[in-house]
């Protein structure tokens, strides 16, 4: 029997998603995937290591109580509407497993995170893609756009640009569905829709410790929403979907945000310095409220900038698709990391 005549059609047509490249070992600049190029707190290290015992055999607890507590103290919302989740891409999954049928539509401007697309392909559902204009700016039409489920990266990748919450609170006051606010990038912008759910049963926001908090490799998310939405969430989700190392690192985490916001801050100071250079080399540059900057030679084909890049060690973003083949993203490293990308840039492109 071949076992390719049995997998559903969906499946058999879809590429699957392409995460960025993550080389393993040798020593390269690693400007490609958004992480933070500072440590986490030593105290998640800590309490890492102090849960290294035999109560590793044990499973932890499926809700993650003890973190959905400490969330609901941080972002001012009760337990009740928060739900964690393997990295957030695996709330993303729980979102379209609960509101996306065979059939149904999921919509989101583009260019934006592309396993969106993925998520509604996997459920066998189809997609609305509205673009974006050239400022990435809310696309008209948007809000009137048919669909269940409207995902809004915000701020969004890979542009960077931050659509401002009194605007996507109209947004989710139109849209007749549910609109999925995903903040990965937010503590980078210093601006939130969380307190958009307190007021709108449509509204979802999503965070994740992968990029402010410095933790990409624990994989660990936040969902707040309504309460009725949080119950459906938890329906969908794997039983024990996050493991007892992460709900403690999490926990860390958020008992010391003041060593986020200092890693945010630096971060932040590199991106302003790293935005007026690559200006200064006659890019045009979006402005960045994330991690990483979007950088723009209108017209040309960057494919060998980006590949002389990779020869010389230093590893950034490069979609080549019609639309985006003119650009670069490339994350905000340490302030050391950005001045050599910088020198090489400016060689390559003499
Ligand atoms: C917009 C957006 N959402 C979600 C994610 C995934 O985050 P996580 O590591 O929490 O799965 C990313 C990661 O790059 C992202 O860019």
Do not use: H
């Not at 933070?36 to 105290?43: F, G, L």
């Not at 379209?96 to 969106?116: Q, W």
């Not at 989700?237 to 996050?242: E, P």
């Amino acid at each position: 029997m071949d076992p390719l005549k049995v997998v559903r059609e969906n499946i058999l047509r879809m590429a699957g998603y392409v995460p960025g490249e993550q080389p393993r070992g040798g020593k390269v600049i690693k400007l490609n995937t958004n992480e933070n190029p500072y440590p986490p707190s030593p105290r998640v290290l800590e309490a890492i290591r102090s849960s290294l015992d035999e109560s590793l055999r044990l499973y932890p607890q499926p809700t993650a109580d003890d973190l959905r507590e400490k969330a609901a103290e941080v972002y001012g919302l009760p337990p009740e509407c928060i739900i964690a989740g393997n990295g957030s891409d695996e709330l993303l999954t729980m979102l379209v497993r609960v509101f996306v049928g065979e059939g149904e539509k999921v919509v989101y401007p583009t260019p934006t995170y592309t396993l969106y697309e993925t998520l509604a392909e996997i459920q066998g559902g189809g997609t609305v893609e509205v673009p974006f204009p050239s400022d990435f700016s809310l696309p008209a039409g948007l809000a009137e756009s048919e669909g269940k489920v409207l995902f809004l990266a915000n701020p969004n990748s890979p542009s960077g640009t931050l659509v401002p919450t009194d605007q996507v609170r109209r947004l989710a006051e139109s849209f007749r569905g549910i609109v999925v606010v995903d903040e990965a990038y937010a503590d980078f912008a210093g601006e939130t829709s969380i307190p958009l759910v307190r007021d709108l049963e449509n509204v979802v926001v999503l965070r994740t410790f992968s990029k402010s908090f410095s933790l990409a490799g624990i994989r660990l998310g936040l969902a707040f929403g309504n309460p009725g939405v949080i119950e459906q969430m938890m329906k969908v989700k794997d039983s024990y979907n996050v493991n007892r190392l992460t709900q403690v690192a999490g926990i860390a985490a958020l008992e010391d945000l003041e060593w986020m916001k200092e890693n945010v801050r630096k971060v932040v100071r590199t991106r302003e310095r790293m935005t007026e250079k690559l200006k200064e080399m006659g890019f045009t540059v979006l402005p960045s409220r994330a991690n990483f900057v979007f950088a723009r030679r209108e017209g040309e084909y960057l494919k060998n900038l980006y590949e002389g890049l990779k020869e010389r060690g230093i590893l950034v973003r490069f979609f080549d698709t019609p639309s985006l083949r003119d650009a670069l993203r490339i994350t905000v490293g340490t302030d050391e990391e950005v001045d050599l990308f910088l020198e090489e840039l400016a060689s390559l492109l003499k």
